[in-house]
């Protein structure tokens, strides 16, 4: 018998949107650009939110859609007599599209590059809210020339794009996954747990070891070993086919830097601390467990 799943409203379209290619070329231009002028460094922190624990971007478009919404909602639940309060909301979600919309192209050109799908979603989710800016740039001038109603129609046009934008926001935070902390579902075994034989690990080389399920970098310095998480948790890259510098591990796929023994975030774009581990020895075997953040 040939079972088929029955598919959700919208999976159709974003199956389709996930599969046009015809975005790849002019998404890959458009990555590169902004991967190459917004590089590892104090302005890519600040937008990646590597200050704050986690991406900026999802509270910047609370502003943009709060306020654009709040115009909206007045049209229709009545505001002050003039209209003054919904232009003032249009004109606040306006100022606040910027740089919402510069964290949310940092954050997918540094996904984009490897995951086709998100590089497809990503444009068209960048498209749709520049032209529910449009429509609510639009309903703006035509409530300052006096045109209440056609402004209040624009702007609910602006309000059904909005949502459409914020939809695919979501499908590529919640179902592909760009964002989360991609060590935050396996953190390492909480007990000791045999990881490799110390003999043969290298001397000042990252080397990936498999730990229960868990990818672990041991990094061997004479007598000392140092174990974090393998997997970067900004996009997932494996930090062993990064590079020591010091005291840090530094990811290849976009900088990231990791104290080798804590596992301490050092810079971003990452957001996350990567999780460290005890080690200890028995005989030529390397132990690991989990180290409390605290
Ligand atoms: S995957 Fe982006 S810095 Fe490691």
């Not at 937008?47 to 306020?67: K, Q, Y």
């Not at 505001?79 to 606040?96: E, H, T």
């Not at 045109?147 to 046009?157: E, K, P, Q």
Request: glycine content about 12%; overall charge neutral; hydrophobic content about 40%.
């Amino acid at each position: 018998m040939n079972v088929r799943r029955q598919l959700t409203p919208a999976e159709p379209l974003m199956r389709r949107i996930e599969s046009a290619s015809e975005l790849d070329t002019p998404g890959k231009a458009l990555g590169k650009k902004v991967r190459g002028a917004i590089t590892p460094g104090p302005f890519k922190d600040a937008v990646s939110g590597t200050w704050l624990g986690h991406a900026v971007h999802p509270m910047l478009t609370d502003v943009v859609i709060g306020s654009f919404l709040g115009a909206t909602l007045l049209d229709v639940f009545g505001g002050d007599r003039r209209g003054r309060a919904s232009q003032r909301l249009i004109v606040v979600g306006i100022l606040a599209y910027p740089p919402t919309a510069l964290t949310g192209i940092n954050d997918w050109a540094d996904t984009e590059i490897a995951y086709e799908d998100v590089r497809r979603t990503g444009l068209v989710h960048a498209a749709t809210n520049a032209l529910a800016l449009t429509l609510y740039g639009a309903s703006l001038g035509a409530r300052r020339r006096g045109a209440h109603g056609a402004g209040a129609a624009l702007g609910a046009l602006g309000a059904a794009t909005l949502m459409a934008g914020g939809y695919l926001g979501g499908h590529l935070t919640l179902n592909q996954g760009v964002g989360p902390d991609r060590t935050v579902f396996d953190p390492g075994p909480p007990d000791w747990t045999p990881a490799a034989d110390g003999s043969q690990l290298p001397e000042g080389r990252p080397t990936r070891v498999v730990v229960g399920d868990t990818p672990v970098l041991l990094l061997r310095e004479g007598e000392l070993v140092f174990a974090i998480h393998d997997r970067c948790s900004h996009r997932g890259c494996s930090l062993s086919d990064g590079s020591v510098e010091g005291d840090e591990i530094v990811c290849a796929c976009h900088g990231s830097r990791f104290d080798r023994r804590t596992g301490a975030l050092k810079r971003g774009p990452a957001t996350e601390a990567q999780p460290a581990f005890q080690v200890r020895r028995r005989d030529d075997m390397i132990e690991v467990r989990l180290l409390s953040p605290d």
